[in-house]
T-cell receptor, first 114, second 113 residues
């Protein structure tokens, strides 16, 4: 089974609108971390946001927030007020602390339309 | 603060040649990761180190690939002999153990002709 599933290969959003990028994960560990990374066309991988499995509140970093639903095993990324510079690939990732394993999803390509 | 440094940024070589990719992690980070990214296979974790010790190399594709971390500030990924199917972008990432976050280098784009 896939550890990280990103079901949206491509998404479009109007500039200034909010967009949600989906991510579901599969783990039997109680302790894990969830991450989102951005990869613009220039190729670098940029860390955006982190959520720990024991964190009660959803993580937020500026215009990024992580909608963490533990029972559903989902960790969706919400980008508010989209900007043209948000056009990029977005990767969801997970670290299983006990097994010390790291997994990345296949990514979602986001295009912001002016 | 300097981020993760990788060299070279671009490498073009011929099949059969030895290729060495280099990485300098962020100072103080005790985890170091090597990834490979291709269009076909996405982002693959090849190997990672904790305190300079290889922890999991199950992602290393075959014996042609080897990685070392002789000290806390330097790691290499070597391919010998290289093959055209090794063409990819190779990322090095480092992270402090407690935060779980990985910070990526700019990547090395390898082309094997």
């Amino acid at each position: 089974a896939q550890k990280i599933t990103q079901t949206q290969p491509g998404m479009f959003v109007q500039e200034k609108e909010a967009v949600t990028l989906d991510c579901t994960y599969d783990t039997s560990d109680q302790s894990y971390g969830l991450f989102w990374y951005k990869q613009p066309s220039s190729g670098e991988m940029i860390f955006l946001i982190y959520q720990g499995s024991y964190d009660e509140q959803n993580a937020t970093e500026g215009r990024y927030s992580l909608n963490f639903q533990k029972a559903r095993k989902s960790a969706n990324l919400v980008i508010s007020a989209s900007q043209l510079g948000d056009s990029a690939m977005y990767f969801c990732a997970m670290r299983e602390v006990n097994g010390n394993q790291f997994y990345f999803g296949t990514g979602t390509s986001l295009t912001v339309i002016p | 603060d300097a981020g993760v440094i990788q060299s070279p940024r671009h490498e073009v070589t011929e099949m059969g040649q030895e290729v060495t990719l280099r990485c300098k992690p962020i100072s103080g980070h005790d985890y170091l990761f090597w990834y490979r990214q291709t269009m076909m296979r996405g982002l693959e974790l090849l190997i990672y180190f904790n305190n300079n010790v290889p922890i999991d190399d199950s992602g290393m594709p075959e014996d042609r690939f080897s990685a070392k971390m002789p000290n806390a500030s330097f790691s290499t990924l070597k391919i010998q002999p290289s093959e055209p199917r090794d063409s990819a972008v190779y990322f090095c990432a480092s992270g402090p153990g407690k935060s779980n976050t990985q910070y990526f280098g700019p990547g090395t784009r390898l082309t094997v002709l």
